[in-house]
């Protein structure tokens, strides 16, 4: 009888591992990429955000599709410090400072994998909601030093612009990028889950619980 009873609380454990693997994998089938920039040029230097001369990145988007933003996928690394990455509002074509999300990640969750960095995917608290063809930006802030892989020359993403902010060019404002228009990204949604799940770049995640934790609780 005890021996039975040992191998009914087994069964248990396995069937609440295989509910809990399954409702993890609904909830990533329910989120797909919308807009996506995924190219990075390794043989260019990457940008830095932070440093000494506290340099702000920016990436201007426009929503395909009207849902809520659920992530933010970017080739991110961090040396130092915190990373923060704001959903801003849109002005006049550029951030406009009125942020309507915010998340902050430390440097020790972001660590620069060598030799190069690989997307990592930033949950975005809240899912604000952007309509169709509504725009908003990506604005990357650290208060130590992180970088982003540069993008392809040329303006590789028509929907938005990268731009940024640098304390040693005094009080510009925002400034083009230059001849890489775009930094590398991914926007993830909460969309219709009939819509198929694209692969992503890179199997990294931050702040996503990862289906592969759950895969060793249910035994062969």
């Given at each position: 009888?005890r021996?039975r009873?040992?191998?009914?609380r ?9 509910a809990l693997?399954?409702?993890v ?10 807009q ?18 506290n340099?702000?990145l920016?990436?201007t988007?426009t929503a395909g599709?009207?849902a809520r933003?659920s992530?933010?996928r970017?080739?991110v690394?961090?040396?130092?410090g915190t990373l923060?990455?704001?959903v801003?509002?849109?002005s006049a ?13 430390p ?14 995917t930033i949950a975005?608290?809240?899912?604000p909601?952007?309509?169709?063809g509504?725009?908003?930006?990506l604005v ?15 303006d590789?993403?028509?929907?938005g ?7 040693a ?15 590398p ?13 694209p692969p992503?770049p890179?199997?990294r995640t ?10 060793a609780?249910l035994?062969?």
């Open positions: 009888m021996t009873q040992r191998g009914c087994g069964v248990h454990v396995r069937l609440a591992a295989a693997l399954v409702a994998a609904a909830a990533a089938a329910a989120a797909v990429v919308d996506s920039q995924p190219v990075t040029d390794r043989s260019a230097l990457p940008f830095v955000v932070g440093g000494p001369t340099q702000v920016s990436q988007v599709v009207s933003l992530a933010v970017l080739p690394g961090c040396l130092s923060t990455l704001q801003q509002e849109v074509g550029l951030p406009s400072g009125a942020a309507v999300a915010s998340q902050s990640l440097a020790a969750s972001l660590p620069p994998p060598p030799p190069e960095v690989g997307f990592r975005i608290p809240g899912t909601f952007f309509e169709a509504e725009r908003f930006a990357l802030r650290s208060t130590g030093t992180c970088e982003v892989a540069a993008g392809p020359l040329g590789a993403y028509p929907g612009e990268a731009v940024f902010q640098d304390r060019l005094g009080p510009s404002g925002w400034l083009p990028l230059g001849p890489r228009a775009d930094l990204f991914q926007t993830l949604v909460e969309a219709d889950t009939d819509r198929p799940f992503f890179e199997d931050t702040g996503f619980v990862s289906v592969r934790c759950f895969l609780a035994g062969p």
